[in-house]
């Protein structure tokens, strides 16, 4: 089945970027997606990207993706501690007629100041 | 424009009871999906519902079913509650025409089973 790996753990400096790597296996995704989930709280749609794209901007975050090596990043500039949470990468097949998502198990970001 | 909203917010039930927890979706958004969230994980979904219907099923026992009702919002109903089934229950509505595809998360339930 679809798998999508993240790594669990990033530290970065106030005002530095931040680059958070995904990898997918499921070769027919079409959206890939970034959320990110606060302590306590629901999943919050960051961006997405359509599998035929190989960027995309959105102010602070930029999506890169490279669909031969089935991988994907979010690039957060002048990362703020705000931006402490945790982010999942997850991806759309299109294999089916339900929009299910399959997730990463998530990179805990953490902003030091 | 109104958000995805979940009740309750927090429960907890004992091993065997049955539990119901409640979504209601985004304003304009048909489609409900379900997943839950074990601790340190990521979100597994459950199913997803379309015109009242089940379309899409994850990797869950029949325990686990669900209902949609005409307004769109949506019900998860679990059986035979088990320790494992301690989790963050996680709503998302979307627009089944959309292409994006977005799924909008609610806050979750926490279900705690003792």
């Known amino acids: 089945g679809e798998d999508v790996e993240q790594s669990l753990f990033l530290s970065v400096r106030e005002g530095d970027s931040s680059v958070i790597n995904c990898t997918y296996t499921?070769?027919?995704?079409?959206?890939l997606y970034w959320y990110k989930q606060e302590p306590g709280a629901g999943l919050q749609l960051l961006t997405y990207?359509?599998?035929?794209?190989d960027m995309k901007q959105d102010q602070r975050l930029t999506v890169l993706l490279n669909k031969k090596d089935k991988h994907l990043s979010l690039r957060i500039a002048d990362t703020q501690t705000g931006d402490s949470a945790i982010y999942f990468c997850?991806?759309?097949?299109?294999?089916?007629?339900?929009?299910?998502?399959?997730f990463g198990s998530g990179t805990q970001l953490t902003v030091l100041p | 424009e109104t958000g995805v909203t979940q009740s309750p917010t927090h429960l907890i039930k004992t091993r065997g009871q049955q539990v119901t927890l409640r979504c209601s979706s985004q304003?304009?958004?048909?489609?409900v999906s379900w997943y839950q969230q074990a601790l340190g994980q990521g979100p597994q979904f459950i199913f997803q519902?379309?015109?009242?219907?089940?379309?899409g099923r994850g990797n869950f026992p029949p325990r686990f079913s669900g209902l949609q009702f005409p307004n769109y919002s949506s019900e998860l109903n679990v059986n035979a509650l088990e320790l494992d089934d301690s989790a963050l229950y996680l709503c998302?509505?979307?627009?089944?025409?959309?292409?994006?595809?977005?799924?909008?998360f609610g806050p979750g339930t926490r279900l705690t089973v003792l």
């Open positions: 990207i359509f599998s035929n794209m």
């Open positions: 997850a991806e759309k097949g299109s294999s089916g007629s339900a929009r299910q998502l399959t």
């Open positions: 499921d070769s027919s995704s079409t959206y």
């Open positions: 998302a509505s979307s627009l089944m025409a959309s292409g994006g595809g977005e799924q909008f």
């Open positions: 304003s304009g958004h048909n489609t």
């Open positions: 519902y379309y015109r009242e219907e089940e379309n």
